[in-house]
């Protein structure tokens, strides 16, 4: 990988930052890895953890002489951080992002930093935790990393990009923005807002009360309260910004809910057996294309 | 255990049944085990597993001298059921079975089987696999078992059956059969139909190729996947004759989704993160009582 970056730029330590820091350590030793991070804390524990070689103590100066910039900050905030990191940047530097919405992340990119040399990338991959210590060097194995560079981006910028996720252990694809959108809105975002709103009504519910919720979990609640437990500020920043398809699917998501309620008032046991049988389809689908591990509850040791 | 039940059967092998029969060999291997299935494929292979000692060929032969009779069939073969063993249960048998839905069990066990002594339990454990061999022995093992004894039930069957899920590593709880019902709607049934649902729409919505749903589930739609491939039958039973209860947390859940969007709608940022930001309270209830694995991602293996 000499060949493409020799020093690699990370704003924003937090548990993919840290992670993308472990893989190159991991995969691509030789590479030169600098680091920021706004919070102090955060920075401290960087420095603790060794993440990078260099951290620095403000954006412009983590990116000075990079050849690649990686902004790994909630999507709400990835404006700010350009503008942080611009008075650094040189003109040999390519800017990528990991945020989960990337037409709203691409615009602003490109608002901020004319002229620059931008290519948005999503890795998918993550875990419900938080923070520089989450951080683990094979979160990318045998994941996707879709980049969404804009039309006349420079094919060289995207190959050396994708050289890269695929150094780390990911698998690239590259995709337009918006259907880029659309997709996790169906894969991600939409999870992710029900299994909020799941948490939040258990909790809220009268006739029960938390501590039986609580108790009984292990009947299907628990693999809810997983992902409900990830960054609030960066999913509520994914939800408003990529707002269009998400309430487009979402719509889709309460059709289909309504006919599944009128089939369970109508006692239609034929299509409530019919339509629970193609869902399982999908899952096969996915531990095949080795998305998941195919052992029942996930491979969770018996507690 | 002796002092208890020296004779079980275990009507229907699926994964409750089979892991029933293998908890029962690895905790209480005095216990003389009787087994049936209506299924001659799952009567077969529960055969060349050694489920059981005697694996009978019929439903009344099977509980013939069994002191505790176990019905581990989906909720809507549960009359079915009964009606089968009726002819050869013995005055002394304990009739209890492992349905997800307590007040509609309850009150078919009770029309079919008059003067029985009848004890409804429901151990809230299970995977996404089906069918004999699926069952294995720590499946009960820190998870909850809640028994719905009728008023007026003998004590005396009641803390037997009790004793018996304890040997089998299960904690127990006493609970009316009608309150199991709206708890568990909130903590099973409710996750299971929004999850079936989810995956339904994802396969079906126009915008996105079902390759792509799968390709790019790791960032949150895998994990319902899961819980959507559990058994077609019994979740259809499970929602028909938990239909009130269920439809009730359904509307609450609706409520909430409404409110949800609406601050989507609103950019209420503020709203969003006080929102997910409390969800992640119940998760840490969930792991400090052990009722799941603290570590990322469910401690899946890296892929």
């Keep these: 990988m000499s060949e493409t970056f020799q020093s690699v730029a990370i704003i924003g330590l937090g548990l993919i930052g840290a992670s993308i820091a472990r893989a190159v350590r991991a995969h691509l030793p030789e590479v ?18 060794e993440l990078v070689d260099d951290l620095a103590e403000g954006a412009a100066d983590a990116v000075a002489g990079a050849e690649l910039v990686i902004l790994c900050v909630p999507v709400g905030a990835m404006a700010a ?30 608002r901020v930093l004319p002229g620059a040399r931008i ?27 879709i ?50 709103t799941i948490v939040h009504t258990a909790s809220d519910i009268e006739r029960v009360t938390e501590g039986e919720v609580i108790k009984y979990s292990a ?16 999913w509520r920043d994914i939800f408003l910004t990529n707002k ?14 309504a006919a599944l309620e009128q089939a369970i008032l109508a006692d239609d046991g034929v299509a409530l057996f019919e339509l629970f049988t193609r869902t399982a389809a999908i899952r ?20």
Aim: one cysteine or more; hydrophobic letters at 45%; charged letters at 20%.
């Design 244 to 257: 269009d398809a998400l309430l487009a699917t979402l719509q889709r998501f309460n059709a289909d809910l």
């Design 147 to 196: 980049l969404t560079p804009e039309e006349g981006a420079d094919e060289a910028d995207v190959a050396r990009l994708c050289a890269f996720w695929t150094a780390l252990g990911a698998k690239v694809e590259v995709m337009d923005a918006w259907h880029h959108d659309t997709v996790l809105s169906v894969t991600s975002h939409l999870p992710h807002l029900i299994a909020f």
């Design 119 to 145: 290519v948005p990338a999503h890795p998918v991959a993550g875990t419900e935790k938080s923070g520089p210590d989450a951080g683990f060097a094979a979160l990318f194995h045998g994941r996707w990393c």
């Design 284 to 303: 096969r689908g996915i531990v095949e294309q080795g998305q998941d591990v195919g052992k029942p509850d996930f491979g969770r040791p018996s507690l």
């Design 32 to 49: 030169r890895l600098r680091g920021f991070d706004l919070d102090p804390d955060v920075r401290a524990r960087a420095g603790e953890l």
């Design 81 to 110: 951080a350009a503008e942080a990191i611009a008075p650094g940047l040189g003109p040999q530097a390519l800017v990528s992002d990991v945020g989960s919405c990337k037409g709203f992340v691409a615009s602003e990119l490109r």
């Design 219 to 234: 009947g299907g609640f628990r693999d809810f309260t997983r992902i409900a437990a990830s960054n609030p500020a960066m």
